[in-house]
């Protein structure tokens, strides 16, 4: 999923109804007639004056699925595309033989109402067909991303970030959590109604989850005689596995939530300097006091490439780090509610997938570290209730610290060492303990610093030291 493709969803479940032709529909016309004032509007409540002309124009359905295929196709090659969904398979963040591109492609097809593109400053419109004021709010909420992309360049907040979708995903908190929140504050002045009825809208919205926000919707539908194409697009959301929803939703609605209480805190000039120091877990964004004043930092980790110790044929496909919303979203699929609370003390993760040739599936090793021992141990008690009941295992206790069972040629462990768990699942039969030893051999704990050459990229300082254990 490109990164800078700054989206407004059309009211969560709306599709574009578009024509098939390349000739622009007269709709189109009256939005841009509709631009100076809703631009006037924008600088009035954000209070940065536009730099330059932002470009207005429309897109068939047609032409951006092909967009939204090509820009798959550049971030992720086929052969990456299968690596990850098979990486996901194995968390249970998706389910057996899914098509993530697919998937990606009719999610963002079925939602999207406009985008910004920053790559060439333009505002696309996508549906035409929307009601007036949605018209408005849309077109502001795109605004703001140009705004954001003339003053902070939001594109290259995500040139530096690699292998770490968490990070990714927090940086999406604060470009669409602001225009979210700029987009309700317009929609509620523009109702007439009191400014506390902007902080109720956001925290109404940010504290549902998504069966609740979809039956929101269904409602709002069913009273207002929503068309086939919007039943077809909750249909599509509705079905989308939770991780992927909570990618695409959540920095809207939940993002919006952050943003209001940093800029409640520090005003507009603490959301500026969030752009020039921008959030580097989920983790923050989530939990926006442990943004606000001293930041709780992850602690990044790195190990080595443990190919060889899986044996002849196995290569390393995927790294990254999944952040405390992922684990949440694991726990949530997989237990129910009752276990969330176990990713609350979350400090970092760093999880590598290795395949071997033809198998088809992947075997992932998970490095996590957590706030406190007492974190640790409630996080792996939850964790070990999960692997249970993924892998149909009957409740085996650790042997010597280390939880392992084996079934179908392959092991699933977990060890606790201090305030770090560590999990291996899809193990070759046998070889767990000795690959899981060579992980720990080699592991590094530090804190997220800047590349020497200036990228954004993180990794753990060099003097740091390993972890004893």
């Known amino acids: 999923m ?22 622009e529909p007269k709709e189109v016309k009256a939005i841009r007639d509709k631009m100076p004032a809703i631009r006037k509007a924008l600088v009035k409540i954000r209070g940065l ?12 359905a047609k032409d951006f699925r092909a967009y939204l295929e090509k820009s798959l196709k550049d971030e992720m090659p086929a052969a990456r595309m299968v690596a990850i969904s098979r990486l996901y398979q194995r968390l249970g963040l998706l389910p057996a033989k899914y098509d993530l591109e697919k998937a990606y492609v009719n999610l963002f097809g079925s939602q999207a109402a406009a985008y910004y593109n920053p790559a060439n400053d333009t505002f696309y419109i996508l549906k035409t067909d929307m009601p007036a004021s949605e018209i408005d709010t849309t077109a502001l909420h795109e605004l703001q991303h140009a705004i954001q992309d003339q003053y902070f360049q939001i594109d290259k907040l995500y040139a530096g970030i690699k292998d770490n979708d968490d990070m990714a995903t927090a940086a999406k908190f604060l470009v669409e959590g ?4 700029v987009m309700t504050i317009y929609a509620i002045e523009k109702m007439g109604m009191a400014a506390n ?9 940010a504290n549902m989850d998504r069966e609740r926000l979809i039956a929101m919707q269904k409602m709002a539908l069913g009273m ?3 068309s086939e194409t919007q039943k077809k697009g909750l249909a599509v959301l509705e079905e989308t596995p939770r991780y992927l929803y909570r990618t695409l939703v959540d920095p809207y609605y939940k993002g919006a939530k952050m943003v209001m209480a940093v800029k409640k805190k520090g005003g507009w000039k603490a959301i500026e300097k969030l752009f020039k120091t921008p959030p580097t877990s989920s983790e923050q964004v989530l939990h926006p006091e442990k943004l606000i004043g001293e930041r709780d930092e992850p602690t990044a ?3 080595a490439d443990l190919s060889s110790s899986f044996g002849e044929g196995w290569s390393k496909k995927e790294v990254n780090t999944l952040g405390e919303m992922g684990f949440q979203t694991v726990f949530k699929d997989l237990l129910g509610d009752k276990n969330e609370a176990a990713c609350a003390g979350w400090d970092g993760d760093r999880l590598h997938s290795y395949e071997v040739k033809d198998a088809k599936k992947a075997s992932v090793v998970w490095y996590t570290t957590w706030d406190s021992e007492k974190d640790a141990k409630e996080f792996a008690s939850a964790y070990r209730k999960l692997l249970f009941k993924k892998y149909k295992q009957r409740a085996v206790k650790p042997i010597d610290g280390v939880l392992s069972f084996a079934k179908d040629g392959e092991e699933q462990l977990m060890t606790l060492r201090g305030k ?14 000795a690959i899981l030893a060579a992980a720990v051999k080699s592991v590094k704990l530090g804190v997220y610093v800047k590349a020497k050459e200036g990228s954004k990229t993180p990794a753990p300082k060099e003097d740091d030291q390993k972890r004893s254990f």
């Open 224 to 226: 207002q005689g929503g």
């Open 49 to 60: 004056p536009f730099k330059s002309e932002v470009k207005v124009k429309y897109q068939t």
């Open 301 to 303: 980790i790195a190990f």
């Open 420 to 433: 770090d768990v560590l999990i291996f699942e899809g193990a070759p039969e046998g070889k767990g303990k």
């Open 197 to 205: 009825m902007v902080d109720m809208q956001i925290n109404m919205t």
């Open 178 to 181: 602001e225009a979210t929140y």
């Open 2 to 23: 490109k990164r800078w493709l700054f989206v407004v969803l059309g009211v969560l479940a709306a599709v574009p109804t578009l024509a098939q032709d390349t000739e």
